[in-house]
């Protein structure tokens, strides 16, 4: 299912490069996030995937794959993304009520979302249920509910950048019965960050971004350790609320001041006129962002969704700073 980063976009500078995407592993990026069993350890253990099959999940739970999963349920969108782009999706049987891609999910049955339908996921008769850490919260009881019905249940752990995302593939490759399918993707995705960053070493003077991800009640963007600055370190960027941690509320007139080179939000899919809204915003006719008319949507899913497309985000944000690189 590979395809969209050729099929989506169609560079010069693409055509150029296309044997990167099967050189073999390229460099990548640096991880920081997620927690519960570490990523390494989950790989390590999950390494040979020959049924019977034990791991530790994100839960602390030994879990037991006795034979390779035919009927699964996925708890979270990214799971599910990674499931389909493994070409795992005819097993597919749940979904939860957030999956939005592929179009697909659409037609596969809905399980709820962190607070899901034990009695629905029961219902479907998964041989695996794949759970998501960020779901434990709420989601804790019902997954031991889904334990005590006989289930086997695997968290998986969150991934706050791209070397998690790339052990989150491997390791639900490895659980799935798609060994090879996983390590495919991840390196063809490694080869994708490496051609997005050759492409804009040397561009000069890093441009100060400032990313909205919120702009009502607050105005939040995010810090270091979130998918958004790593891709703007990625590329040779700044990002304006780097020096701080997560998900931050700032004042306009702290936006202001530091006068960001471009402004991105990722709200355009679900906030009617999210640039102009910036654009005519108290103050910010004077951002140097707005007087270049550098303010541009990215996709919220592409730049900070775990999985397959993060390489497309990427892409994505890396038109907006310099889409001189792009005008061929």
């Given amino acids: 299912m590979r395809h969209t980063w050729g099929k989506t976009k169609k560079f010069g500078w693409a055509m150029g490069l296309s044997l990167l995407f099967l050189a073999g592993c390229m460099?990548?990026?640096t991880p920081v996030e997620e927690s519960g069993t570490s990523d390494s350890a989950q790989t390590q253990q999950a390494e040979d995937s020959v049924y019977p099959l034990t791991l530790t999940d994100a839960a602390a739970e030994e879990v037991v794959i006795e034979e390779e999963p035919t009927v699964i349920v996925s708890m979270?969108?990214?799971n599910t993304e990674i499931l389909f782009e493994l070409e795992l999706d005819d097993k597919v049987v749940g979904v939860s009520d957030f999956d939005n891609y592929p179009p697909e999910v659409a037609d596969i049955e809905k399980i709820g979302g962190q607070e899901f339908n034990v009695e629905k996921i029961i219902s479907l008769q998964p041989d695996l249920v794949l759970g998501h850490e960020g779901g434990l919260g709420?989601?804790?009881e019902g997954y031991q509910q889904l334990r005590?019905?006989?289930?086997?249940?695997y968290i998986v752990d969150e991934a706050n950048n791209f070397e998690e995302t790339y052990e989150?593939?491997?390791v639900i490759g490895q659980v799935a019965g798609a060994t090879e399918e996983a390590d495919a993707v991840i390196e063809e995705m490694r080869a994708e960050v490496a051609e997005v960053e050759e492409l804009v070493a040397g561009v000069g003077e890093p441009k100060l971004v400032y990313v909205e991800v919120g702009s009502t009640p607050e105005i939040y963007t995010t810090g270091s350790g979130t998918f958004i600055d790593e891709i703007l370190n990625l590329l040779g960027a700044e990002n304006l609320a780097g020096d701080q941690e997560g998900w931050i509320s700032l004042d306009p007139e702290a936006i202001v001041a530091k006068d960001p080179d471009v402004i991105l939000t990722t709200e355009a899919a679900y906030v009617p006129d999210a640039i102009?809204?910036?654009?005519t915003r108290g103050g910010f006719a004077d951002v140097q962002a707005?007087?270049?008319?550098?303010?541009y949507a990215v996709d919220s899913d592409r730049t900070t969704r775990p999985g397959p497309r993060l390489t497309e985000g990427l892409l994505e944000i890396a038109q907006a700073i310099y889409p001189e690189l792009f005008s061929e």
């Fill in 168 to 170: 989150t593939i491997s």
């Fill in 27 to 29: 460099e990548e990026a």
């Fill in 138 to 140: 709420l989601g804790g």
């Fill in 276 to 279: 102009e809204l910036i654009k």
């Fill in 148 to 153: 005590d019905a006989g289930l086997t249940v």
């Fill in 290 to 295: 707005v007087k270049d008319d550098a303010v």
């Fill in 76 to 78: 979270v969108p990214s």
